[in-house]
């Protein structure tokens, strides 16, 4: 049966797998307070991570069904198109674009763009055939799926939406390990595997991203005057989402403002 990422978490909760690795995203109802980090202006690429596991208490009950290992989030997620290049707020109004998740979609719509929900593995295709226009996420895909070959444009500046991504281990198995071996997962695990996660993934996005540069492709890094108008309309998103959230009794305004300390 082939692993589908969308799955990662049942898979490790039903028992199917001991530890694995993915995103929240892919299993949205199972985390809303944590998936609110993945709004522009909560965490910043570099720093999200510590801040991450400074409140990490705040997130345990959605964590409750498994033993977490590490969490941290990805590079500045960056707009990267096939035809069309962004330079205004503006050039994105309709344009289809690939999404990781509910909450990113949420930032695309916002930004006036048609979010589009599919695996990573798919994008290629539908970019090089035309079923969309291009694909939101950090620069590190140029090369680990080889989107620069169907990338035209990358355009970044704006406050970046950083989806977070997780290990996580089954609770039965982690139960059924001597002290030993619990303390020495403990110990490799964590912030230490959450950072050294963190920056594998953002030196692979930064070697990336200078390789596309040359040639007819173009980094476009967004005027002070557009990136205010990105920001501004995921404000009112985060604003939106957090009241809902509180209004469910889930503090997420609490946890937002920690976040930003």
């Known amino acids: 049966m082939r692993p589908w990422p969308d799955k990662q978490y049942d898979r490790v ?5 001991d530890i694995v690795y993915g995103l929240p995203g892919y299993t949205a109802s199972q985390f809303p307070l944590t998936l609110v980090t993945e709004i522009p202006g ?3 690429p570099d720093t999200g991570t510590q801040a991450l596991w400074k409140n990490i208490s705040s997130l345990d009950g959605e964590f409750k069904r498994v033993k977490l290992l590490g969490i941290w989030n990805n590079p500045e997620s960056v707009l990267m198109t096939k035809a ?3 330079r205004t707020f503006e050039d994105l109004k309709g344009l289809k674009i690939r999404v990781s998740s509910r909450n990113v979609g949420d930032v695309l719509t916002a930004w006036g763009a048609t979010p589009v929900s599919m695996p990573i593995t798919e994008v290629y295709n ?3 055939t035309g079923v969309i226009d291009g694909v939101y996420t950090d620069a590190s895909v140029l090369k680990s799926f080889k989107l620069e070959e169907v990338t035209q444009y990358v355009s970044k500046g704006m406050d970046s939406a950083l989806s977070p991504l997780f290990i996580i281990m089954n609770r039965d198995a982690w139960n059924g390990l001597g002290d030993a071996e619990k303390a020495a997962l403990d110990k490799i695990t964590g912030v230490e595997i959450s950072e ?3 920056k594998i993934q953002a030196d692979h996005a930064d070697s990336a991203l200078k390789a596309f540069t040359g040639g007819a492709k173009e980094v476009i890094t967004l005027a002070d005057t557009e990136t205010a108008k990105f920001n501004e309309a995921s404000a009112k998103l985060l604003k939106a989402t957090v009241a809902e959230l509180d209004g469910k009794g889930l503090k997420a305004s609490d946890l937002v403002s920690a976040l930003k300390q």
């Open 84 to 86: 069309k290049p962004i």
């Open 42 to 44: 909560v965490l910043k």
């Open 13 to 17: 909760v039903d028992g199917v797998a």
């Open 126 to 128: 539908a970019m090089s």
């Open 196 to 198: 050294k996660g963190r």
